[in-house]
């Protein structure tokens, strides 16, 4: 039970309580302001990002890369909910291929993307040329064993790859205190501190805004 309740309270209380990846708030405010015409989510997981983008650019398509079957039903059931089902186009994995064909016609596009270290193979801009002029908020996982490789680098390699069009910055993870928690949110301290504690100190991210 106490299993339970801890991975409850890392995985799901942040994101009903909004302080999620809360140091991601001004990348996302900055997508939002954009004005983008279609925002590509890789990882959607349940939705928490497909759909909160629906939500606040109801002029943007949207396409979410899913692998699990499961989340792929929650995202459904969470968009149908916050009713944006039919602005959000749910897709399995995502490949260089199918990301290239999500971006075409694509103005001004935006990339969410947390997908365990395949950020490396997928953001290509010499390959993908959407992406050179796309906003881009990614997670890496420097650090991260995949088929017992240990990946490395990836940080550093983003880095340098958009360097020429947009620009770069880094985004670590922080620490949690009562006063993170939204206006009209009030918890226990301990169930305040849990609710907080995403239990990934480690957590790095790359934002990435085009220059022109």
């Not at 906003?135 to 240990?150: A, C, I, M, P, S």
Request: proline content about 6%; some cysteine.
């Amino acid at each position: 039970m106490s299993y339970i309740t801890s991975a409850f309270c890392s995985e799901i209380l942040p994101k009903i309580v909004g302080t999620y990846e809360q140091e991601l708030n001004p990348a996302i405010e900055a997508i939002c302001e954009a004005g983008c015409d279609r925002i590509i989510d890789i990882g959607a997981a349940e939705g928490y990002y497909a759909v909160g983008l629906a939500l606040r650019n109801p002029e943007a398509r949207i396409i979410g890369f899913e692998m699990n079957a499961s989340a792929r039903y929650y995202l459904q059931r969470l968009a149908k909910l916050n009713e944006v089902s039919e602005r959000i186009e749910l897709q399995g994995l995502c490949d260089p291929d199918s990301l290239a064909r999500a971006m075409e016609g694509a103005e001004k596009p935006a990339v969410v993307c947390d997908c365990e270290g395949a950020e490396d193979l997928l953001l290509r801009p010499d390959r993908i040329e959407p992406l050179r002029r796309s906003y881009l908020l990614v997670e890496t996982h420097d650090g991260l064993e995949n088929d017992g490789v240990r990946l490395e680098g990836i940080t550093d390699r983003l880095s340098e790859r958009f360097a020429p069009t947009h620009e770069v910055k880094r985004i670590a993870s922080t620490d949690r205190s009562e006063s993170d928690l939204p206006t009209g949110i009030h918890l226990a301290p301990d169930l305040a501190a849990e609710a907080m504690d995403e239990g990934r100190p480690w957590a790095q991210w790359l934002f990435l805004s085009p220059r022109n």
